[in-house]
């Protein structure tokens, strides 16, 4: 499941697959929901899903979902939801960033091209997150950028995620900057990645919302109310 894209353009998707004898997957059905608030559906759209593929909510071999980086409700909701599927089943939840999930893909669309691959992700306020994929020399890194002073790295790039054509027409004198269909990771990716960190493929990471910018939130500046006293 994804339910990390921010913003009015939001698209949350869940799905439920399974593994052929050969190994390959199969999406046996898929759920999107649009707009605001899109990961918040996730508990109803489960409901039909399993209806439809004749689960039980006992059924579920392993959860994957998109850690982020995106929306701070949605990250929280998808991610609430991914653990308490988990934990009904009794299986694991696996989580993965969403330039982890579109790692394969992406790659192969910029070994052509010579170029390196960035998944850039629509943020609040006129900013964009910035995912490089890991490789063998460098570990992957996301960073948050004001869109209007964004320096990419030497290129060429190939940009991918929904803030890709944001990130390319920022700066038009770029022109080693290209851009690719890839939007967002399909069903597909996100079970194949699950999967191949489960088996220890990848690197551990724990299925927690990965949050790039600090918190907002601020303590009260008297401070918190005292913890309640037992009374007798």
Same mark, same amino acid.
């Given at each position: 499941?994804?339910? %990390?894209? =921010?913003?009015?353009?939001?698209?949350?998707?869940?799905? *439920?697959?399974?593994?052929?004898?050969?190994?390959?997957?199969?999406?046996?059905?898929?759920?999107?929901?649009?707009?605001?608030?899109?990961?918040?559906?996730?508990?109803?759209?489960?409901?039909?899903?399993?209806?439809? *593929?004749?689960?039980?909510?006992?059924?579920?071999?392993?959860?994957?979902?998109?850690?982020? +980086?995106?929306?701070?409700?949605?990250?929280?909701? %998808?991610?609430?939801?991914?653990?308490?599927?988990?934990?009904?089943?009794?299986?694991?939840?696996?989580?993965?960033?969403?330039?982890?999930?579109?790692?394969?893909?992406?790659?192969?669309?910029?070994?052509?091209?010579?170029?390196?691959?960035?998944? *850039? =992700?629509?943020?609040?306020?006129?900013?964009?997150?910035?995912?490089?994929?890991?490789?063998?020399?460098?570990?992957?890194?996301? %960073?948050?950028?004001?869109?209007?002073?964004?320096?990419?790295?030497?290129?060429?790039?190939?940009?991918?995620?929904?803030?890709?054509?944001?990130?390319?027409?920022?700066?038009?004198?770029?022109?080693?900057?290209?851009? *690719?269909?890839?939007?967002?990771?399909?069903?597909?990716?996100?079970?194949?990645?699950?999967?191949?960190?489960?088996?220890?493929?990848?690197?551990?990471?724990?299925?927690?919302?990965?949050?790039?910018?600090?918190?907002?939130?601020?303590?009260?500046?008297?401070?918190?109310? +005292?913890?309640?006293?037992? =009374?007798?």
């Amino acid at each position: 499941m994804d339910g %990390s894209a =921010t913003g009015t353009q939001a698209r949350a998707v869940i799905a *439920c697959l399974a593994s052929g004898a050969d190994g390959a997957l199969s999406v046996l059905a898929t759920r999107t929901a649009t707009g605001r608030g899109a990961a918040e559906q996730f508990p109803l759209l489960a409901t039909e899903l399993f209806a439809q *593929c004749g689960w039980t909510h006992a059924m579920p071999e392993l959860v994957g979902v998109v850690v982020g +980086p995106g929306s701070f409700t949605g990250l929280r909701a %998808s991610l609430a939801f991914a653990h308490g599927l988990a934990a009904g089943s009794g299986c694991a939840v696996v989580g993965m960033t969403g330039g982890e999930a579109m790692a394969a893909a992406l790659r192969d669309a910029a070994r052509p091209l010579a170029a390196r691959p960035l998944c *850039c =992700t629509v943020a609040r306020r006129g900013r964009v997150f910035v995912e490089t994929l890991a490789d063998e020399q460098d570990a992957g890194s996301v %960073s948050a950028h004001m869109l209007d002073t964004l320096e990419l790295p030497p290129g060429p790039v190939l940009l991918a995620g929904n803030a890709a054509e944001e990130v390319a027409q920022a700066m038009p004198e770029r022109a080693d900057v290209r851009i *690719c269909a890839l939007t967002q990771p399909d069903p597909v990716d996100i079970a194949t990645a699950a999967l191949r960190r489960f088996r220890g493929h990848l690197p551990p990471r724990a299925a927690q919302p990965l949050y790039v910018d600090a918190p907002e939130a601020k303590l009260p500046a008297a401070g918190l109310r +005292p913890a309640p006293i037992d =009374t007798p």
